[in-house]
């Protein structure tokens, strides 16, 4: 995967910059703002996947594929509250019955977190493509799918996971600017998401979905 031809995919299109910012002050709408950015990802998928650089059109639309997209990442989601409710009650029994032994039950609760968030973490580009490519509603329960793409594609998913790092590192970037920034470079990272996921897979089916035309 070309992390450079995903990071310059979003500027193809001439118009980026006006979409771009309109998903962004989108996002301001509480909730609906959030979802039709998610769907937002699934539409740059939709149009690298089809060879086209142009950028799909900013408006509302998107809200029904990204609330799909967080179902399809809430058994993931689920899994992590679970973890967390599970060490905090016994945390606190423990406490109550033998002080030291609670606080050991609190750290290794608290390892355990970090360990379900790492890899949650890794394998939600996995997520995004077994919704997306294979049509998996509830692509975060499908466990096993989930370690069959990794393990199977494991370099080309590395280089997948690393560009989604640093779509990230993009899209947080807008903190500097008092958080304001983050209305144009969340979306940017949106877009780049999108792009990514169909490189990816494009790599793993010899399509074409990398052969993206020029914009006009």
Request: charged residues 10%; aromatic residues 12%; contains cysteine.
């Amino acid at each position: 995967m070309d992390i450079g031809a995903v990071i310059k995919a979003p500027t193809a299109d001439k118009d980026w910059i006006k979409k771009i910012l309109l998903i962004g002050v989108f996002m301001l709408i509480p909730i609906a703002g959030a979802f039709n950015a998610l769907g937002y990802i699934k539409a740059c998928y939709e149009r690298r996947k089809e060879g086209n650089a142009i950028l799909p059109d900013a408006n509302l639309s998107y809200m029904g594929a990204g609330w799909w997209i967080f179902v399809a990442i809430l058994p993931v989601i689920g899994v992590i509250v679970v973890l967390a409710i599970l060490f905090q009650v016994m945390g606190f029994v423990m406490f109550k019955i033998a002080p030291r032994l609670g606080g050991i039950v609190a750290f290794v609760g608290m390892l355990a977190l970090i360990a379900a968030s790492l890899a949650a973490w890794a394998a939600m580009p996995a997520i995004l493509y077994l919704h997306f490519a294979k049509g998996e509603r509830w692509a975060g329960a499908k466990f096993g799918q989930i370690l069959e793409i990794i393990n199977s594609n494991l370099n080309n998913y590395l280089m997948f996971l690393l560009t989604y790092f640093v779509a990230g590192i993009i899209g947080g970037a807008g903190q500097i600017a008092c958080g304001i920034g983050m209305l144009f470079t969340m979306p940017f990272c949106c877009a780049m998401q999108g792009a990514a996921i169909a490189d990816f897979e494009e790599e793993l089916t010899g399509g074409s979905s990398t052969a993206v035309s020029p914009a006009s």
